[in-house]
């Protein structure tokens, strides 16, 4: 049985957290090193993007990785916005 390509397995998230937030780079440190040891070595990839003045965050990561990444990032920034997204062109109708 043929493996699933990593296109196929994997999804691209936006997260979007409000610039007026009170949280500082210490916390978003934290937020990586949380990242780095639930996922055991576990590809993921992270973009951080700045476009009209908003800062986006891209993760991309394998399907069975959504839930556990998604429950660090809502603890650290529970006010974020997660969505799933086709590619980066999603930002640039915004």
């Given at each position: 049985m043929a493996?699933?390509?990593p296109q196929q397995d994997g999804v691209l998230l936006l997260?979007?957290?409000a610039h007026d937030n009170t949280r500082n780079a210490?916390?978003?440190e934290q937020f990586?090193?949380?990242?780095h040891g639930v996922?055991?070595?576990r590809r993921f990839a992270l973009?951080?993007?700045?476009?009209?003045?908003?800062?986006?965050?891209?993760v991309w990561c394998r399907k069975?990785?959504?839930?556990?990444?998604q429950g660090q990032v809502y603890a650290e920034y529970p006010d974020c916005e997660?969505?799933?997204v086709k590619d980066y062109s999603a930002i640039g109708s915004r």
């Open positions: 493996q699933a390509s997260i979007k957290v210490a916390v978003f990586l090193d949380n990242l996922l055991g070595g973009e951080v993007v700045s476009l009209h003045q908003h800062i986006y965050l891209f069975n990785q959504v839930e556990l990444l997660i969505e799933f």
